[in-house]
């Protein structure tokens, strides 16, 4: 459907998980671990500039669109018009079947271009408030210049939103990554940069979206609460119990492990919703919920390494000085395996073959005829006064 697009395929993923949770709104949930879960997600897209988050998230407010009772907050707000415009996001649901046929709640969904226009400054107030909205919990505010409280028994956030690690890193604090609203975020992260043909076609599948469209509708319509087929409950209980491996091991990410399971869940009953309205995760939900949340984590450490703010000339300076005292030391070239490591701790994966590349075409190291032990290139520095 969104092939041909300039949107890395990993945001592209997110961001249809984002639509269908926020099609489900509140109006289907999941009983685990003493609670009841529902299917919203804060979901950050972050990547430099011009990456694609932007075609992203128009895709997901397209769609939106399509549900005209689907409450969608303006892009731009502060943590008192957040407030305004899910304390406005009523929704009343009719279940002549039930024994209580109305059930009323207070759903917005998010989808901001820019994270740092929605959030643009460390604001611990709006934090906090975001951190009780994902959980879906009674919410209620009462100041001094208001006539009437805001309450809201029954609220929900659903967000997906886009940012740079600049941005992160410039913002954020060394401390929010310990506190509760990092935790509840899903970074995902890109480098991939998609070109694609300037003059090319409008490829787009027109009988596909409407297909799209009719099961996004379908997804609107559910109501009930998902119930766990048995391979299903034992495969994640024993998931569970093993500390829900493999985690990323980033320092960084230490406070965002506890909650892993809690996406996992929320994301399967995504995947349920998308496969069929049976109300059942069953072993395929299991399986494809995983398989996204664990190629998620693989990009998350690149993250931090992006927000270092390195520039290309000290990562080549380091990356220089790095081989030059191993070639001193060892009296032998130094192989791509070990400089490839090294490069790799202080930039994202995606440029450390282009940074090895530069210095060579640059003149800074030259290819030795000497290969390592497992056949690999290695790689001899030349004079200082050459480059």
Known sequence: MTDGSQSPRIFRKWAAASIIAGAMERKTWLKA???????????????????????????????WEFLPDLHVAPSSVSRASLVDALASAERSVLRPQDASPYTKFNSLQVAATEFGTFLSAYD?????????????????????????????????????????PAWL????????????????LVIIYSGDRIKVDPFGLDTRDEALEADLVQD???????????????????????????????????????????????????????MSAARSSDFVLRMIDYTRAQDMLLEAETYMPDIFKAMRHNSDANVYDEAYQYIYQLWMKENKPVSES????????????????????????????????LADNSGRKTYKPTAKAEF
């Not at 410039?170 to 609203?181: H, K, N, R, S, V």
């Open 338 to 369: 070990r400089i490839i490591h090294f490069i790799g701790q202080r930039i994202p994966s995606h440029s450390v073959l282009k940074v090895l590349e530069v210095m060579v075409s640059s003149n800074m190291l030259q290819v030795a005829s």
């Open 124 to 164: 611990t107030e709006f934090l906090s408030t975001l951190n009780d909205l994902y959980d879906c919990v009674r919410y209620k505010e009462m100041k001094r210049h208001m006539k009437n409280p805001i309450e809201m028994p029954a609220p929900q956030i659903n967000m997906i939103a886009g940012t740079t």
């Open 216 to 270: 996004l509708q379908a997804v609107h319509n559910m109501f009930g609460q998902f119930q766990f087929a048995e391979d299903f409950a034992e495969t994640f209980k024993t998931w569970y119990y093993a500390d829900c491996a493999p985690q990323p091991d980033h320092p960084k990410l230490e406070h965002y492990l506890p909650r892993r399971h809690i996406h996992f869940l929320k994301l399967c009953m995504v």
């Open 33 to 63: 671990f003493k609670r009841i879960l529902y299917p919203n997600l804060y979901i950050l897209l972050t990547g430099g500039p011009g990456i694609g988050k932007t075609d992203a998230l128009r895709e997901v407010y397209k769609f």
């Open 169 to 184: 890193g410039g913002t954020l604090p060394e401390t929010a990554w310990a506190e509760g609203f990092s935790s509840r």
